[in-house]
């Protein structure tokens, strides 16, 4: 049984960081990758940041330059540290983990990031 928890969300000012971690309980087969994705009130659910077990990372335009994603595979933890927040970060972030031989994925139960003054 895998589950994924978060950590780290709450509210913050803009300008502001936040670092967000995932722990994966059980393990998700390699080559796998792990990421962030977030979902705003009234919007879908998109992509922030992934991370390969190989280390490749990927990230949403909206976000480069202020976003870094890391991974610990001997901690089965993935990260994501972001700085210079914008209000129009805020929504609840999700970690996602799938397996690139596996056709189904694993999701967190999310966490909410806030942006305000």
């Known amino acids: 049984q895998v589950q994924l928890v978060e950590s780290g969300g709450g509210l913050v000012q803009p300008g502001g960081s936040l670092r967000l971690s995932c722990t994966t309980s059980g393990s998700i087969l390699r080559p796998n990758v792990m990421g962030w994705y977030r979902q705003a009130p009234g919007k879908e659910r998109e992509l922030v940041a992934t991370?390969?077990?190989?280390?490749?990372?990927n990230y949403a335009d909206s976000v480069k330059g202020r976003f870094t994603i890391s991974r610990d595979n001997v901690k089965n933890t993935v990260y994501l540290q972001m700085n210079s927040l914008k209000p129009e970060d805020t929504a609840v972030y999700y970690c996602?983990?799938?397996?690139?031989?596996?056709?189904?994925?694993?999701w967190g139960q999310g966490t909410q990031v806030t942006v305000s003054s």
């Open positions: 996602n983990g799938r397996s690139l031989l596996r056709p189904y994925e694993y």
């Open positions: 991370m390969t077990s190989g280390g490749s990372p």
